[in-house]
């Protein structure tokens, strides 16, 4: 059944864009109408491999193209959506283990989806399972709510028959690196949010309040003190200079995201975060249990080592442990294993690599690479909170320097003047 995109206006008033399935423009719009939506504009979505009208066959390059020429076609990628994909993946790993056909259940899975992109995205991938590609093939098609990771998984359950238990593993996968990235926010969300507001207190103190108090304290005519000087000219800086400040801060900012897209920038800056003390330490933790649940996840699967060493350089996150993934890859390649490059890094830490080298001469790597992910996500969890503790000390610490010296520097001329003025009495 084709799937068109329509613009619309509800009973209020309220513009409205969507997708809906019909066999024609007009029964799409009867559809619409008894939605209480009235169609402005509708259009029929592109599928490959359907006829154009000059005779040509569509093609993936002319469905990207057109995505790229209308934003009503773009599969966007949003959080909520993103978040939604472990969930929707776990429903559908159990409707296909209860026998219901692929095309049935993703019918069911855009029923219940709330996201406007994510269920364009589902009713897609049905279309194209009907037209005859693989479930595999359809999901490649989205590659913001659908990685290489997924994909490649699921084209390995539908080769072995096992697609539903690829799937449920793929839900508890993604479920689990969304709960490690929420620990590590949570955790990390308080000392930021404490650093923020300090930052705008000294601010706010240093554009307004200080130059009032130091209005004042001039009229005195009185020999400042070094202290109060000090915070004088750093006022005076601020209040002159925030705009350039700013803006610095702003062309440092997009200079960085620029150069991210360098492969020497960003391994530079990737070591440089691994070498940081007590966070180099949690960066690298992080990656070693996204490499282990990830190869662990993918050859459980039954994805072939050398294509799950491709997926996972690109999932652990970090430049420095890519590199060593190619190595790992090119050595294998030659002949040897996988733990012996791996201990050579310097990287991943030694007892990762002799894990492995077990797992690999019992031949139960995939369990092996189990234990050393659920170590590592242990250890995820006790850096974090070493980090935090550390850090909300430090914050609060920083924080008392800051204004007690705002506070020493404003009273210094302050009590010397009211002491004049008792004298002079």
């Known amino acids: 059944m084709p799937i068109y995109d329509y613009k619309g206006l509800t009973p209020k008033g ?14 799409a719009r009867i559809k619409l109408r008894a939605q209480n939506v009235l169609v402005t504009e509708i259009a029929a979505r592109r599928m490959e491999g359907e006829k154009r009208k000059d005779g040509k066959t569509v093609s993936g390059a002319d469905i990207r193209a057109a995505a790229a020429a209308k934003p009503l ?12 994909v472990p969930t929707y993946t776990r429903q559908l790993a159990t409707l296909l283990r209860a026998g219901i056909p692929l095309a049935s259940a993703m019918s069911a899975l855009i029923e219940q989806s709330q996201t406007p992109d994510l269920e364009a995205a589902f009713r897609d991938i049905r279309e194209r399972i009907t037209q005859g590609l693989s479930f595999a093939e359809a999901l490649a098609y989205h590659p913001a709510y659908f990685d290489d990771l997924f994909v490649n998984m699921v084209k390995a359950g539908e080769a072995s028959g096992n697609l539903d238990a690829v799937l449920e593993r793929l839900a508890e996968y993604l479920q689990k690196q969304a709960s490690i990235r929420n620990k590590v926010s949570a955790a990390l969300a308080y000392p930021i949010v404490m650093m923020g507001i300090g930052v705008v207190i000294v601010i706010i103190l240093m554009s307004f309040v200080v130059p009032k108090i130091m209005t ?4 005195s005519k009185q020999a400042l003190p070094f202290t109060t000087r000090l915070l004088q000219t750093g006022s ?24 991210t897209r360098r492969p020497e920038y960003r391994y530079a800056v990737d070591k440089a975060k ?8 949690l960066i690298r933790k992080t990656a070693v249990s996204r490499f282990a649940v990830s190869m662990s996840t993918l050859l459980k699967s039954g994805v072939p080592v050398l294509e799950a060493l491709n997926i996972v350089k690109d999932v652990v996150g970090n430049a420095v442990v890519q590199r060593v993934l190619d190595t790992v890859h090119d050595r294998i ?74 506070v020493i520097a404003i009273m210094q001329p302050i009590l010397k003047i009211s002491d004049i003025s008792r004298v002079r009495k």
């Open 14 to 27: 309220d513009t409205k864009a969507g997708i809906i399935d019909a066999d024609s423009p007009r029964e």
């Open 73 to 84: 076609l773009q599969f966007k990628r949003t959080p909520r959506g993103k978040r939604e």
């Open 216 to 219: 004042i304290v001039a009229q």
């Open 236 to 259: 005076q800086f601020i209040a002159d200079w925030w705009m350039v400040m700013l803006s610095s801060i702003l062309g440092v900012v997009l200079l960085h995201r620029f150069l």
């Open 274 to 281: 691994l070498k940081l003390p007590i966070v180099g330490d």
């Open 333 to 406: 390649v030659e002949g040897t294993d996988i733990s012996t490059p791996i201990k050579k890094s310097g990287v991943f830490p030694p007892v990762v690599g002799y894990m492995i080298a077990v797992g690999e001469q019992s031949g139960q790597l995939e369990d092996m690479l189990d234990r050393v992910a659920t170590s590592y996500d242990e250890e995820v969890t006790i850096t974090t909170e070493k980090v935090t503790s550390l850090l909300e000390p430090l914050i609060i610490v920083a924080m008392a320097l800051v204004v007690g010296f705002i």
